[in-house]
């Protein structure tokens, strides 16, 4: 079946690199995703990548996919107290019915 | 400009009392979705509309009842409402599902408390 696993929290310093790791099952994905879920409010799409795509970067975030260990990873760069967050990975699998699997979401903590 | 919003943002009601939330978008999207998220943050879909027909229907009790009146509203309502349905709500949208790239734009959420 489908699923999408990442670890539950990460905890960095303020300036320093996060990276926030994701494994899902269906090699049939055709879209990676990173969501960003702040305090009280709803998830954000942070940035994407297609499944024939190794990288793909945008400002400080940086989403690498290794598509045959089905991994995926978002690195922030310069990780500042504004990216503490939730961070969901989700996938769109090709034969999905139309869902959109979420994983259970990364905590980020920045400590200044 | 309100991309995706839902009405009310925080409900708190009885055991058994039956409810509804609401949601709309003004993204022209053909496709709305219905998801909970529990204590633990995990996201799960619940339904999903697209141009006013129903696409997605995971398994949740049949006390809660989608309502799709144009593509650009999906409510829910909810009967007999359970301690259990203690959540909170998103709604979101996406222009057409299963095609292509599909970002979905969520709601602000609906924090619902059942005493």
């Known amino acids: 079946g489908e699923d999408v696993e990442q670890s539950l929290f990460l905890s960095v310093r303020e300036g320093d690199s996060s990276v926030i790791n994701c494994t899902y099952t269906?090699?049939?994905?055709?879209?990676l995703y990173w969501y960003k879920q702040e305090p009280g409010a709803g998830l954000q799409l942070l940035t994407y990548?297609?499944?024939?795509?190794d990288m793909k970067q945008d400002q400080r975030l940086t989403v690498l996919l290794n598509k045959k260990d089905k991994h995926l990873s978002l690195r922030i760069a310069d990780t500042q107290t504004g990216d503490s967050a939730i961070y969901f990975c989700?996938?769109?699998?090709?034969?999905?019915?139309?869902?959109?699997?979420f994983g259970a979401g990364t905590r980020l903590f920045v400590k200044a | 400009d309100t991309a995706v919003s839902q009405t009310p943002k925080y409900l708190v009601t009885q055991m058994g009392n039956d409810k509804s939330i609401k949601c709309e978008q003004n993204?022209?999207?053909?496709?709305m979705y219905w998801y909970k998220q529990d204590s633990k943050k995990f996201l799960k879909i619940m339904f999903s509309?697209?141009?006013?027909?129903?696409?997605i229907n995971e398994t949740v009790p049949n006390r809660f009842s989608p309502k799709s009146p144009d593509k650009a509203h999906l409510n829910l309502h909810i009967n007999s409402l359970e301690l259990g349905d203690s959540a909170v709500y998103f709604c979101?949208?996406?222009?057409?599902?299963?095609?292509?790239?599909?970002?979905?734009?969520f709601g602000p959420g609906t924090r619902l408390l059942v005493l």
């Open positions: 990548i297609f499944s024939n795509m």
């Open positions: 979101a949208s996406s222009e057409s599902p299963g095609e292509s790239q599909e970002t979905q734009y």
């Open positions: 993204l022209g999207h053909d496709t």
């Open positions: 509309y697209n141009n006013k027909e129903l696409i």
């Open positions: 269906d090699s049939s994905s055709t879209y």
């Open positions: 989700a996938e769109t699998p090709f034969d999905g019915g139309f869902k959109t699997i």
